[in-house]
């Protein structure tokens, strides 16, 4: 089969995921379209992503399942899974244009539509997938409008808002340059509801505007690629309404991540008042009491016999090297709490000194592997991450009676995920956690607690005779406008 534009199927490039867009032909039977895009998607798709596609069949299937078996049932599951399966290649990996057209190809190729209609279709059911509504807005946004490159709709896209700081561009995409004034004064006018484009007739610059609650809150700018400027509006409209759930979450999400900023800093000035309080208390004590100990030692010295000075000495000396260890120990858990040694420092060499120097106090063999960049955290989450880490070391310390404890961060473009594994003992979870409530020991408790407070999921996992695993997940959050 050939598509509108005269380019045979099986002839598209090879994607950005290393897979080449090849498939076989089509098999007649409808019942098999599914399973045949499916192969296409998998084909070269990286494991960690295999697992989200495997569950976007199974719900297609259901699709294919509620429409009856029909025909039309069988071209809305396949038009449903290509646009899910784009969405979950575009959270794990960089959208790429060609993938968006190879799928609006295979698409129009598996239901025998034309190009056309597979690109609306398409375009309908991916830019408005509830799965976009989990990722970070800015990055949903960026998804959706490149939806509209990659079908060929726009040759360049631009997202706008109005903020205290005047009109800003959120995203440009599409273009070699930035958005001429033309395009800002087009943006600008569709937020005030007056669009310019009747006054200039025949333009291929098109818009629309976001709404939210019936009002425009944001303004989506474009030139019309390779179709007419009516096409281009019935896509652009399909844009807006898909973006106004997106820029909805986007303005929640900011008012939660200032309740959320206040609270974190409020518990990090908690653990700074301990900081000080280390250093003016126990570390003070330390000191006086190793003084003490040095001068007792000068004291009894006339006092032991010639034979047991030796020995006594090494006890003194032994006592003296003790109070010393204690007062390092004391002085690394006072800076271990200064916030600003969290947030000034890469996270990676800061989760690197905490495991190197675990693995130094305890015996314990530590390894720490990192994916992906954690370095685009916001603060909150850097210090969330770093706080369960180093509670989860704490607790493997007093409890786990472990030989190795390995951590692992994943950082996704979506979500930050985090694994903690150990080889100790292990333990019956509720129970631990219900006698550790009891003693007023919220160790566990209070790292679950600010992972929730971001927004995030916690789990721990474990049984007598170990292993321990407990993992977290804080997710992304980007706002649109910086």
């Not at 498939?23 to 295999?50: I, K, M, N, S």
């Not at 005030?192 to 944001?218: E, I, K, M, N, T």
């Amino acid at each position: 089969m050939t598509t509108e534009a005269g380019t045979p199927f099986e002839s598209r490039g090879p994607l950005p995921h290393a897979r080449a867009l090849q498939p076989a032909r089509v098999p007649a039977e409808p019942t098999q379209r599914l399973e045949r895009l499916h192969a296409y998607f998998l084909e070269g798709c990286p494991d960690d992503v295999r697992p989200a596609l495997d569950g976007v069949l199974e719900r297609a299937r259901g699709v294919r399942e509620g429409c009856g078996h029909t025909d039309v049932g069988d071209d809305l599951a396949s038009a449903w899974y290509a646009a899910a399966a784009l969405i979950e290649l575009a959270a794990a990996l960089e959208l790429d244009e060609a993938d968006v057209r190879g799928a609006a190809a295979a698409v129009a190729e598996a239901c025998a539509l034309p190009l056309s209609a597979a690109r609306y279709i398409l375009y309908g059911q991916a830019a408005g997938h509830p799965r976009l509504l989990e990722l970070p807005p800015l990055l949903a946004a960026e998804i959706q409008l490149t939806l509209l490159l990659g079908l060929d709709v726009l040759s360049e896209v631009s997202l706008w808002q109005k903020t205290a700081h005047g009109l800003d561009c959120i995203l440009s995409l599409g273009g070699d340059s930035e958005p001429s004034r033309r395009v800002r004064a087009e943006a600008k006018a569709v937020l005030r509801g007056r669009s310019r484009l009747s006054l200039l007739g025949s333009s291929q610059l098109r818009s629309a505007a976001v709404p939210r609650f019936s009002q425009p809150y944001a303004a989506v700018v474009g030139k019309a690629g390779a179709v007419d400027a009516k096409v281009a509006d019935a896509f652009l409209a399909e844009a807006a309404a898909a973006l106004s759930p997106v820029v909805e979450r986007e303005h929640l999400l900011e008012h939660s991540s200032a309740r959320e900023r206040t609270l974190v800093a409020a518990s990090e000035r908690r653990l700074m008042r301990l900081g000080f309080d280390l250093h003016d208390g126990p570390i003070q004590d330390v000191l006086a009491l190793a003084a003490d100990v040095r001068l007792l030692q000068q004291q009894v010295y006339p006092f032991v016999l010639e034979d047991h000075r030796e020995q006594a000495y090494g006890r003194f000396d032994d006592l003296t090297a003790r109070l010393v260890d204690l007062d390092r120990h004391l002085r690394e858990v006072a800076h271990s709490l200064e916030t600003k040694s969290v947030l000034s420092r890469p996270l990676g060499e800061i989760l690197h000194r905490e495991v190197d120097n675990f693995a130094e106090r305890t015996g314990v063999s530590g390894s720490l592997e990192i994916r992906g960049d954690p370095d685009s955290l916001s603060s909150a989450q850097r210090i969330t991450v770093f706080r369960a880490i180093q509670e989860a070391l704490a607790n493997v310390r007093e409890h786990s009676g472990a030989t190795s404890v390995e951590v692992r961060l994943r950082a996704r473009r979506s979500a930050i995920d985090v694994q903690i594994v150990d080889d100790g003992t292990g333990f019956e979870v509720e129970r631990a956690l219900a006698k550790a409530a009891q003693r007023g020991r919220l160790g566990l408790v209070g790292m679950a607690e600010r992972v929730r407070m971001l927004g995030g999921t916690f789990d721990v996992e474990s049984s007598p005779g170990g292993p321990t695993t407990l993992k977290f997940t804080l997710p992304r959050w980007e706002p649109l406008v910086s």
